[in-house]
């Protein structure tokens, strides 16, 4: 091999080194939510619920509504994202999504840093425990209603957990000095161990009893 066609292959592998050296991952883009935790190494004990319970998310948890004429389109949206829209139902925070988005990250913190543990765990715990398995519904014959028990659908059941979590947080801050973080902290560390003070967890215990007696 001559010396320039050396001098070539040698000018051409320290590009190539450059080239690789220069390709980093975009900030932001991974399993991180909010930058911050891991998702990837958070469980679900539940297992109707675990191929519904979407924790990926590109850093900020904020699609712009992409997904909403979509066919099941929420089943693409992180369960984060999903929680704080809910929040924003009522309320101050209606429409108010950054104040909405700051509140839960703030809790998510307060709650690392009071557990010294992964805080989506507590989140995805405390959706386990305020999903419920069975709901009624009204069958007419004829003239006459009649409520018949039936089961819930995995994604009906996670609809129900994450919109009651919301609303026991956005309760508690009515005529209260407490803020939407504080609420946020105590509705979701109260149905992360099933404590049936939890609003989440008692609409699950009074929809699965009066599903029971209409067995």
């Avoid at 990837?40 to 979407?54: H, M, Q, R, V």
């Avoid at 994202?81 to 839960?104: D, H, W």
């Avoid at 609809?159 to 407490?178: E, P």
């Amino acid at each position: 091999m001559s010396e320039d066609a050396e001098i070539i292959e040698e000018t051409v592998e320290e590009a190539v080194e450059e080239v690789v050296e220069d390709v980093r991952p975009i900030a932001g883009i991974g399993t991180l939510v909010f930058g911050k935790w891991d998702a990837s190494e958070i469980t679900c004990k539940d297992p109707g619920l675990a191929p519904y319970i979407n924790l990926s998310t590109v850093g900020i948890p904020h699609t712009g509504g992409r997904h909403a004429n979509a066919w099941f389109g929420k089943a693409k949206l992180s369960v984060v994202e999903r929680f704080i829209n809910k929040l924003m139902r009522t309320g101050p925070y209606t429409g108010k999504k950054q104040g909405a988005m700051k509140a839960f990250e703030s809790s998510l913190d307060q709650i690392a840093s009071k557990s010294d543990s992964n805080p989506l765990q507590t989140f995805v715990d405390a959706i386990c425990n305020a999903a419920p398995m069975e709901e009624i519904t009204r069958i007419k014959f004829g003239a006459v209603s009649q409520p018949k028990a039936v089961d819930s659908s995995p994604s009906r059941r996670l609809d129900v957990a994450l919109r009651n979590l919301a609303q026991g947080a956005q309760q508690g801050t009515h005529k209260s000095k407490k803020t939407l973080t504080n609420c946020i902290i105590n509705e979701l560390s109260k149905a992360a161990v099933g404590d049936i003070t939890s609003f989440a967890v008692s609409k699950k215990e009074e929809l699965e009893r009066i599903a029971a007696s209409a067995r």
